[in-house]
C-alpha cells in the first residue's frame, strides 16, 4: 500500500468517526443538557404548566383545574383520563437528587386520593432508591433525560432554537479540532510504515535520501495548529460585545461587564453551578478571551463571597 493512501485512509477514518459521534450523539446530549439548565430558569408556575401541556399530549387533563391566576404554585395536579385519576408531582430545580422518601410521599398521597398512579416530573435526577421506590408504586419518573424528550417540543421557539444553536457551536467546533488530530495520527501512522519498511530497502547510499521525503509530513502535521491569528483591537472589542449580548439572555445572569480586557465581572441570579458552564461556552468561542479571569458575583442580598474563575489557563 502507498504510504499517502495509508496517511489518507487513517484521517478519513479517524475523522468521519470522531465527526458522526460528535454530531450524532453527543450533540443532542448537549441539547438535553443545555435546554434542561434553561428549563432551571423557569418560575415554578411556568414549569408546571410546560409538563401539564406534555401529560395533555398522553390524553391526560387536569381534573376540574381552578383558574391558574387566582391561586398560589403549586407542586401536585390530580389528572383524568376517562375513569382513572393520576397524580402529579413536580419537582423544580436541576440540583435535585431524589431519593425514596418523596416518591414514598406521592405513593401515600395516590393511596389517600384512591388514584390509579402516579407521575414524578423533574430536571434533576433520581436516584436508585427513588426508581426502586417507584417501581413498587405504579409510578412513573420523568426526571432530566426523560422529561426532556416530553417537553422539548412545546418550550418557547427562541429558547429551543437558542439551546441547538449552542449544542451545534459546541460540536462543530469538537469536529474541526477531531479533524485537526485525525490529521496528525495519519501523519504519525505514515512516519511509522515508512520506519518499519526503511531496513527492507537495499543498503545502497542513494536510499537515505528518499527518506526525509517521506518523513515530510510528520513536520507539517502541526502546520494546523498555527492557523490561530490574533485578533486586532476592532475585532477583540467586537468579540467581547458578542459576549456581552449572549450572556444578557442567558437564564440565571442579570448582566456581564467588562472591567479590562482580560477581567468580565459577572452578575448571578442563580447558583454558580448552573451559569458557570453558560460563561464559558461564550469565552471559549473565542481563542482570545478564553484565558479571561471571571468575577462570579454573588446573588442580590446573599452572603456568598465573590469568587474568581478561569474557564481555560492556557
Known amino acids: 500500500m502507498s504510504i499517502w493512501l495509508l496517511g489518507l485512509a487513517v484521517t478519513l477514518v479517524t475523522g468521519i468517526a470522531a465527526t458522526a459521534y460528535l454530531w450524532l450523539v453527543r450533540r443532542p446530549r448537549d441539547e438535553m443538557s443545555y435546554g434542561l439548565h434553561a428549563l432551571s430558569g423557569l418560575r415554578w408556575r411556568e414549569f408546571s404548566k410546560l409538563v401539564l401541556a ?16 387566582s391561586r398560589e404554585p403549586q407542586s401536585t395536579f ?8 393520576w397524580l402529579l408531582s413536580c419537582k423544580h430545580g436541576s440540583a435535585y437528587r431524589i431519593a425514596a422518601a418523596p416518591v414514598l410521599e406521592l405513593a401515600a398521597s395516590i393511596r389517600l386520593g384512591t388514584a390509579h398512579g402516579g407521575i414524578l416530573a423533574t430536571e434533576g435526577n433520581v436516584e436508585k432508591e427513588g426508581r426502586d421506590a417507584a417501581q413498587g408504586n405504579n409510578i412513573e419518573v420523568l426526571d432530566g433525560p426523560r422529561l426532556w424528550p416530553e417537553v422539548v417540543d412545546l418550550i418557547e421557539p427562541s429558547l ?37 519498511q526503511g531496513p527492507s530497502i537495499p543498503a545502497e547510499r542513494p536510499a537515505p535520501a528518499a527518506r526525509p521525503a517521506a518523513t515530510a509530513p510528520v513536520a507539517a502535521a502541526p ?11 476592532e475585532e477583540l472589542e467586537a468579540q467581547m460585545r458578542e459576549v456581552l449580548k ?24 442563580a447558583s454558580e453551578k448552573e451559569v458557570w458552564p453558560w460563561i464559558c461556552l461564550e469565552l471559549e468561542r473565542y481563542p482570545a478571551l478564553r484565558t479571561t479571569r471571571v468575577q462570579l458575583n454573588p446573588p442580590p442580598g446573599s452572603s456568598e463571597p465573590v469568587r474568581w474563575r478561569q474557564c481555560k489557563n492556557m
Do not use: C, N
Not at 406534555?54 to 391566576?69: D, I, N, Q
Not at 469536529?175 to 511509522?192: E, H, K, P, R
Not at 494546523?224 to 483591537?233: C, I, M, S, W, Y
Open 78 to 85: 390530580l389528572l383524568a383520563r376517562g375513569d382513572e385519576r
Open 54 to 69: 406534555a401529560m395533555e399530549r398522553r390524553g391526560l387533563v387536569e381534573a376540574s383545574p381552578e383558574p391558574h391566576e
Open 223 to 233: 502546520v494546523p495548529a498555527a492557523g490561530f491569528k490574533e485578533p486586532t483591537e
Open 160 to 196: 429551543r432554537e437558542q439551546v441547538m444553536a449552542y449544542a451545534a457551536a459546541r460540536a462543530k467546533r469538537h469536529i474541526g479540532i477531531a479533524w485537526f488530530g485525525a490529521v496528525a495520527l495519519g501523519a504519525a501512522g505514515m512516519a511509522s510504515w515508512s520506519g518499519q
Open 246 to 269: 449572549a450572556l444578557a439572555k442567558t437564564p440565571g445572569i442579570t448582566r456581564g461587564v467588562w472591567q479590562t480586557k482580560l477581567t468580565l465581572s459577572v452578575d448571578r441570579i
